[in-house]
């Protein structure tokens, strides 16, 4: 909800002889005006700097100023910490009577004095924070557990300076814009780099999901404080025991989330976001202002296709708007056409992205925040409410469990009304090598591709099979950068405005409990979600199958003739240092959706390196 920046001076000769540049750390802290655009705020003191951009978004806000100090500890936090109550009560039972009102900011730093560095396994929600220790002469960082606060740094010449936003590290002169290869060339390969604790400037790096980083006497410490639990499944005699308690942590994720009193939600017309819609809306409407035109306001934006291909989303995200009686923003996406707004400033990224419709996505986030602060998200209910049962079964079978393996496959087939699959198919195209393989760019410098071995890289990582018998999808995804680097593009430094995207299907309360269910029935066409929101939601929704877009937008704005500059697009020259431009096919007229992102990619990085150039 806030900008942060700090600078340390690690090497004791440089803090001893020279404090903090305040001008410099002041300019830094005003570059974070647009994502904390309420005040900004400086703190000095010898050889340590903090900054903060203060951006409210909560009651508790509305009175914050950051950086805050409490006793010895002084600390910048870009923070929503949830479940409050519970963590009160644990430091009221340690000797901390912390008001109930108390910011975010300072229940941290009072889990701070009494956990320690062991502070992050009492707390929840999203976070980026940094503390200085006084007494112990020590910075003290950490981010959330899936990395939707973002958290870089630098360490440069006994210097530290680290931000949520990666721009504001850059400005710090002893950063260069030197880039990171490697990272150039997962992006070439996957879309993303594939190494979370880089940047793509060789400089910056970034403090991965769930670690924490301690500077102390000049040297980094890094540790990892969670990793996905590995538990039992649970066993409940009755089914609505399952949905009960699915109900009762889903109302406890969105509530969290609702510490505000206008509110939008980005809602399809599937069932994630239609969920979290529901269940904000009951919350709302039973507090003691209601829907009140002074009290809590609250409103669904929905992304629409009305002529490009046929899309249901209009209709389906309509029928829960009427059903819950909120307003409907629809936001017609028919007319981006694929890079559009590649040369405007407004739209420049941090990182490189292979999103030819990110003109699309930030004017998206711009609507659906363009009266209100928070913008709740549906993200991602794919990952924790879908699997394929076939894992499972297999999982059974292995652990000779064959009186378990009979009664779901029995269980599995009266609720779905249809046989198990239990993926024969795909084990014999795979014993017969014709599974589907991704495909290596032909277009890659070779040069540049043989000194970092990217087809070594390639084929590593795209073998690296998963490792969780029951659960292979859920921990690919968790475990893979696309995680957090989903989460980072609905970051303030992206959509480059003052919204704070929050997710409430992405809990840490709701993951654990996710990870613990039989996969079937209750993940099964997320079977869990269907059956707790009937009632709730119209039934034609709970009982819509889970479908792509009719269309790939891709593949139909580049019939259109303004879309062919594509194929002759003017390379800037440091694109040669990573591809070859001749060696890029035909964009137009492809037929096959990944082969066309993939070929998109070399563009992609082109923009990028544009604006990067244009900007130095």
């Known amino acids: 909800m806030s900008g942060i920046v700090g600078v340390c001076h690690t090497d004791q000769r440089l803090a001893d ?38 951006l409210q978004t909560t009651e508790e806000s509305l009175g914050e100023c950051q950086p805050f100090r ?9 923070a929503r910490i949830d479940a409050r109550t ?19 900011a300072e229940l941290i730093l009072r889990a701070y004095a009494v956990w320690g560095e062991r502070c992050v396994e009492q707390l929840l929600g999203d976070f980026a924070f940094a503390i200085w220790d006084e007494q112990r002469r020590t910075l003290f960082c950490a981010r959330d557990h899936f990395g939707i606060k973002p958290f870089f740094y630098a360490h440069i010449d006994g210097q530290f300076v680290f931000s949520n936003t990666l721009d504001c590290v850059r400005l710090h002169p002893t950063v260069s814009d030197r880039l990171n290869e ?41 540790r990892r404080y969670w990793t996905l639990p590995e538990g039992d499944l649970i066993r409940y005699r009755r089914k609505q025991d399952y949905v009960d308690e699915f109900r009762e942590l889903l109302r406890a994720a969105v509530g969290d989330r609702l510490r505000t009193n206008r509110v939008s939600v980005q809602m399809s017309g599937g069932l994630d976001s239609p969920a979290v819609a529901a269940i904000a809306h009951e919350l709302l409407s039973q507090r003691p202002d209601g ?31 009427a059903t819950l009686r909120i307003p409907i923003q629809f936001f017609v996406a028919d007319e981006y056409l694929p890079f559009a707004g590649a040369n405007d400033p407004a739209y420049r990224q941090p990182e490189p992205e292979n999103n030819p419709f990110f003109k699309h996505h930030l004017d998206f986030a711009r609507q659906s925040g363009k009266r209100h602060r928070v913008v709740l998200t549906g993200s991602d209910g794919d990952t924790f409410f879908f699997e394929l049962p076939n894992w499972y079964f297999h999982d059974l079978f292995n652990r000779r469990r064959f009186g378990r393996l009979l009664v779901e496959f029995v269980r ?65 995804v968790l475990n893979s950068p696309m995680w957090s680097q989903h989460f980072e593009n609905h970051d303030e430094a992206v959509t480059h405005a003052p919204i704070e995207h929050r ?35 119209p039934e034609s929704v709970c009982t819509r199958p889970k479908s792509p877009l009719a269309g790939s937008p891709f593949i139909e704005t580049l019939r259109s003739p303004q879309s062919h500059w594509i194929d002759q697009f003017a ?46």
């Open 17 to 54: 002889n020279r404090p903090v540049d305040r001008a410099l750390l002041q300019r830094m802290t005003a570059s974070l005006a647009f994502r904390g655009p309420d005040a900004q705020n400086i703190s000095v003191i010898d050889n340590i700097g903090f900054g903060h951009a203060l």
């Open 291 to 321: 829907f009140q035109p002074d009290g809590f306001q609250m409103e669904a934006h929905t992304a629409v296709y009305d002529r490009l291909f046929p899309d249901d989303e209009r209709h389906y995200a309509g029928l829960v708007a």
């Open 70 to 78: 409490w006793g010895e500890f002084r600390i910048t936090a870009d």
């Open 86 to 104: 519970d963590l009160l009560r644990r430091l009221r039972a340690k000797g901390h009577d912390a008001a109930t009102h108390a910011t975010d």
């Open 182 to 222: 490697q990272a150039i060339g997962d992006f070439l390969l996957f879309d993303s780099n594939q190494d979370l604790r880089t940047t793509v400037f060789a400089d910056i790096q970034r403090l991965p999901p769930a670690h924490t980083l301690t500077v102390a006497a000049g040297e980094i410490r890094m």
């Open 503 to 537: 997710h409430p299907l992405a809990d840490l309360r709701l993951l654990e409990f996710t990870l613990s269910l039989p996969p079937s029935p209750w993940l099964v066409k997320k079977e869990l979600l269907r059956v707790a929101l009937r009632g709730i939601l």
């Open 571 to 616: 390379p800037v020259p440091m694109l040669a240092n990573f591809v070859e431009r001749n060696a890029i096919p035909s964009c137009v007229g492809e037929e096959d959706d990944y082969r066309l992102w993939m070929n998109a990619r070399p563009l992609s990085l082109n923009c990028w390196l544009a604006a990067l150039a244009f900007n130095r």
């Open 412 to 476: 599995y087939g009266w609720t779905q009304r249809e046989f198990p699959r239990v993926g024969l198919r795909a084990w014999w195209r795979q014993r017969r090598g014709q599974e589907w393989q991704p495909e290596y760019p032909g277009w890659l410098n070779p040069e540049f591709a043989a000194r970092l071995h990217l087809p070594d890289r390639w084929r590593e990582l795209n073998q690296k099979p998963s490792q969780h018998p029951t659960r292979p999808r859920i921990h690919r």
